[in-house]
């Protein structure tokens, strides 16, 4: 949740920055799939099979890839200024 808490402490300290409907979409993008893999990353811990930790884990990584594509692997504070830059 790296990028979440950047970002909403962003949000809080500096309020809400000017972004266009695309980064804007792609910012939501990023908290929503972080929080999705959040929740699997919760659920796994509390399963007592662990044959069954295998399809937690194939969906854990496709979100992690699918994080890694929207940031191109970034920190959280060049993702948001590459956010900006491309809204101006």
Same mark, same amino acid.
């Given at each position: 949740?790296? +990028?979440?808490? +950047? %970002?909403?402490?962003?949000?809080?300290?500096?309020?809400? &920055?000017?972004?266009?409907?695309?980064? +804007?979409?792609?910012?939501?993008?990023?908290?929503?799939?972080?929080?999705?893999?959040?929740?699997?990353?919760?659920?796994?811990?509390?399963? !007592? !099979? &662990?044959?069954?930790?295998?399809? +937690?884990?194939?969906?854990?990584?496709?979100?992690?890839?699918?994080?890694?594509?929207?940031?191109?692997?970034?920190? &959280?504070?060049?993702?948001?200024?590459?956010?900006? %830059?491309?809204?101006?």
């Amino acid at each position: 949740m790296k +990028y979440t808490k +950047y %970002f909403s402490g962003v949000l809080r300290n500096q309020g809400t &920055p000017n972004l266009n409907v695309e980064e +804007y979409a792609r910012l939501m993008n990023i908290v929503s799939l972080e929080g999705r893999l959040q929740e699997l990353l919760d659920l796994k811990k509390e399963l !007592n !099979n &662990p044959s069954e930790h295998y399809k +937690y884990d194939v969906r854990i990584h496709k979100l992690s890839n699918t994080i890694k594509g929207i940031t191109s692997d970034n920190d &959280p504070k060049d993702v948001m200024q590459s956010m900006v %830059f491309k809204s101006n």
